[in-house]
RNA sequence: GGAGGAGUGCCAGAGUGGUCGAAUGGGCCGCACUCGAAAUGCGGUGUACUGGCGACGGUACCGGGGGUUCGAAUCCCUCCUCCUCCGCCA
């Protein structure tokens, strides 16, 4: 959520950069509603504090002139009270009204892009911010997609998970686990030496929780709900591990603060079917390493940085070729003010596949979630930043295609220690 | 799931209708004493919204929400959480 008061003082700059996203002239004009709906706000306010002061200060009176045996006067004030708390309560309900609709108002103002984010519509007006400088990987005639070697070595099953629970559910058999869980543990183990204290959050999380990072309610329909109980499956680790610090007060001793948490991603997304979402490409289910940071509002654009190389040297261990996009406007997600997407090349299939995005959300998040510093006498809210480090189902799709031989899937030297094997054969 | 108890500031803990943003103790910060430290003494120590150039004010917040009352931390309703006992259970 944009804070009201950067909108109040440099409104023209936030309009001019909220056109990088393609914004209508109508979602243009939200800028302006929300500075109108926060004006009456603060009269209200202002107008209801003073008949309170009022009515507080007549109570106390009334109070002593019972003390003071003095009834009659008493009842005269109580009618005086009683007049002003009708048009108290009248003011309460306006105000609450002027209330929720700045809020609704607000809530549908996306993050302010970054001055580095570039103008455009989609994908395709993504900038190229790293190339990958090497060859990518030529395969021999007879080379699978992973779907197709995932059956042959009886690795990966999507059938299965069709049949036990839906399309998208993928199942890992055998070396195919191992290679997971060993994938799983290199990301946590190269996190921890980077800094990061590992968590392990609940996967199910509250509507505030969900609200606070912003999946409420701009992507409700990206989650799974448990409806009964009123809770949400996370669609990324993000959401637990940032809300940890929900409603806090950080002092600036702490930062930076650095989580990692890996835990499954539950995602509803009704994709279309085919080539393109096949086997691993996009499920509904997959297992994601995430690494957070909350940091000084100065700093944020360094742990960015760091995050982008963190990422880079997972992908370099695991000899993957890698290529990584700075998000244009009309890409950008709703609550980030720059991202960096990082693709891995996957050679049977010949594309590039997402398996990372890192974020910097700036103060959007930490104004949701109320999570401030102590800056001095005041406080201050924190920018919060998110990355994938990193996202598992097409990261074992690009290992199993890229590195297929005649003689089965070769592992990269960096895992075998984890996984016990060096060959899927 | 059943029965009972409890949720107050950074922590402990008092407060059962008015003068309570809240005693007291601890912690923390500042000052004094000291060569320095400890001990001691004195002072300070919440957040949000809001008015004001400022000095300085106003309002709200005692688990969340609602209600009663001129007035609520205190009474009522409801939800949540925690503790104890019973049941169930990996």
Same mark, same amino acid.
């Given at each position: 959520m944009l804070e009201v008061q950067l909108i109040r003082s440099d409104k023209d700059r936030i309009l001019e950069r909220l056109k990088k996203r393609n914004l209508s002239a109508d979602e243009l004009k939200l800028l302006d509603e929300v500075l109108e709906a926060d004006d009456r706000r603060r009269r209200l306010q202002t107008e209801l504090d003073e008949m309170k002061a009022e009515r507080n200060t007549l109570s106390g009176q009334i109070g002593e002139l019972f003390r003071q045996g003095k009834r009659e006067e008493a009842e005269q004030l109580k009618s005086r009270v009683g007049e002003l708390k009708a048009k108290l309560s009248e003011g309460e309900d306006a105000l609450r009204k002027v209330v929720d609709r700045r809020e609704h108002l607000l809530l549908q103002i996306p993050n302010v892009p970054h001055e580095s984010v570039p103008a455009?519509?989609?994908?395709?007006?993504?900038?190229?911010?790293?190339?990958?400088e090497g060859r990518l990987p030529g395969l021999p005639d007879g080379a699978l997609p992973h779907w197709e070697l995932g059956e042959k070595y009886g690795i990966l099953d999507m059938e299965l998970g069709t049949k036990l629970t839906g399309s998208g559910f993928p199942v890992f058999r055998g070396m195919g686990a191992r290679l997971e869980r060993a994938l799983i543990s290199f990301f946590l183990d190269e996190a921890r030496k980077a800094g990061y204290e590992e968590i392990i959050p609940p996967l199910l999380v509250n509507e505030d929780t969900a609200r606070a990072t912003g999946q409420l309610p701009d992507k409700e329909g990206q989650m799974y709900q448990a409806e009964r109980d009123n809770l949400y499956l996370i669609p990324t680790a993000e959401v637990p591990i940032t809300n940890i610090y929900r409603n806090a007060i950080l002092d600036a001793?702490? /930062?930076?603060?650095k989580l990692a948490g890996y835990t499954p991603c539950f995602r509803r997304e009704a994709g279309s079917y085919g080539a393109e979402v096949r086997g691993l490409n996009r499920v509904h289910q997959f297992d994601k390493v995430e690494i957070v940071q909350l940091v000084h509002p100065d700093h944020s654009y360094e742990a960015l940085e760091g995050m982008l190389t963190h990422v880079a040297g997972l992908l370099q261990q695991l000899e993957l070729p890698y290529r990584i996009l700075r998000l244009c406007g009309g890409d950008l997600? /709703?609550?980030?003010a720059l991202t960096f997407d990082f693709e891995v090349y996957s050679a049977a299939q010949q594309r590039w596949l997402e398996v990372s995005s890192v974020s910097n959300f700036e103060t959007y998040q930490s104004n949701r979630m109320k999570l401030r510093f102590r800056d001095g006498k005041s406080t201050r809210l924190v920018h919060t930043l998110n990355g994938s480090a990193l996202a598992l189902a097409r990261i074992v799709a690009a290992l199993l295609e890229n590195n297929q031989t005649p003689d089965g899937i070769v592992i990269p030297k960096a895992i075998r220690h984890l996984t016990g094997f060096d060959i899927i054969s």
């Open positions: 455009g519509s989609a994908e395709s007006d993504n900038e190229l911010y790293r190339a990958w001793s702490d /930062f930076p603060v997600g /709703f609550t980030a």
